[in-house]
């Protein structure tokens, strides 16, 4: 029969040459180490994570909601598809953001949900969040026919 001991804990011996004007804050620091208490930046990140997740997952929802209108064939369906269509080419697409003006407010937070992931968390075009979303973009489009309108 074999006895395991426990394994001791390993210290590593470490020197460090610190102004004296920040000596206080690197005991501060050091001493949230030793005690495992999280460093206020860790906070700030973790807290940066979590609402980048939130805005991912509110533009997500809000992306799938707005192609579904786009379907329709109400002036406001007109408006969202415009929209659509200018995150996916704004130069093909320019798209009047007065036009958010004459939607509704639901979707006017789901344009701008989508926005924000677009613009500040962009992690691929907002077409590619769809299957086969380049061919469901262009079928939009020409439904639309929002091709020949951007050009008068």
Known sequence: MSTTLPMQP???????????????????????????????????????DAKREDVMAKGKAALFRLYGIAQGDTGQCRVIARFLAGL???????????????????????CMSTLRMDARHCVQEVHNYFDDGGRRWENMIRDWKLETASKT
């Open 88 to 110: 996916y080419n704004g130069t093909r697409f320019p798209f009047d953001l007065t036009d958010l003006r004459t939607i509704d407010g639901n979707l006017f937070e789901d």
């Open 10 to 48: 390993r210290n590593v011996k470490i020197a460090v040459d610190v102004p004296v004007e920040k000596q206080e804050q690197f005991h501060r620091l050091w001493m949230q180490i030793l005690s495992d208490e999280e460093a206020p930046i860790n906070q700030q990140i973790r807290a940066e």
